[in-house]
T-cell receptor
Framework: AQKITQTQPGMFVQEKEAVTLDCTYDTSDQSYGLFWYKQPSSGEMIFLIYQGSYDEQNATEGRYSLNFQKARKSANLVISASQLGDSAMYFCAMREPMDSSYKLIFGSGTRLLVRP | NAGVTQTPKFRVLKTGQSMTLLCAQDMNHEYMYWYRQDPGMGLRLIHYSVGEGTTAKGEVPDGYNVSRLKKQNFLLGLESAAPSQTSVYFC??????????????FGPGTRLTVT
């Protein structure tokens, strides 16, 4: 069975500092995709970044980067220069590659609080 | 584009009542999904659809039914609501092209309370 683990229920970071949110996954498939979503207090799910299992370079999107370590099965999200608006829940998710349904399996999330 | 919309935004039901949640997307996406989110947990897949007229069970399908009669709409039904179905429900849609996957776009959520 495939599984996503986020071991940090909550984290604090000082404004303007960088922070890493951990995500490990478990799969026996060779082809898979990893996603990070942000959920602010307003409740919507906002897509941040995607990493494919065959991508050789780590994905980056503005202040977000994904530290992909395939051998360790980890896909940590790095947020650089944290802003107050980054305070939110962050979910790591993995796409199931089988049957082409593109279903996502989500971790339990990490609540990030940015301190001024 | 409105993206993914959900109706209603909030609802309170009594145990045993039924209701239907409506999800609509205007992006011509093939794939649509219903998730539920409970406190302290990530999203869990209830049902999904890979195209008009097709549906399939996800991780937690018991107590729910779905229909996808039109490509743009995905309905989630609760035939006899139970307190355990108190949750926030999210609809999402996505598409793929030439084997490449694109991210799932989420609706704003429906907060359902069953008393």
């Amino acid at each position: 069975a495939q599984k996503i683990t986020q071991t940090q229920p909550g984290m604090f970071v000082q404004e303007k500092e960088a922070v890493t949110l951990d995500c490990t996954y478990d799969t026996s498939d060779q082809s898979y995709g990893l996603f990070w979503y942000k959920q602010p207090s307003s409740g919507e799910m906002i897509f941040l970044i995607y990493q494919g299992s065959y991508d050789e370079q780590n994905a980056t999107e503005g202040r977000y980067s994904l530290n992909f370590q395939k051998a360790r099965k980890s896909a940590n999200l790095v947020i650089s220069a944290s802003q107050l608006g980054d305070s939110a829940m962050y979910f790591c998710a993995m796409r199931e590659p089988m049957d082409s349904s593109y279903k996502l399996i989500f971790g339990s999330g990490t609540r990030l609080l940015v301190r001024p | 584009n409105a993206g993914v919309t959900q109706t209603p935004k909030f609802r309170v039901l009594k145990t045993g009542q039924s209701m239907t949640l409506l999800c609509a997307q205007d992006m011509n996406h093939e794939y649509m999904y219903w998730y539920r989110q409970d406190p302290g947990m990530g999203l869990r897949l209830i049902h999904y659809s890979v195209g008009e007229g097709t549906t399939a069970k996800g991780e937690v399908p018991d107590g729910y039914n779905v229909s996808r009669l039109k490509k743009q709409n995905f309905l989630l039904g609760l035939e006899s609501a139970a307190p355990s179905q108190t949750s926030v429900y999210f609809c999402a849609s996505s598409y793929s092209s030439q084997g490449a996957l694109y991210e799932q776009y989420f609706g704003p959520g429906t907060r359902l309370t069953v008393t």
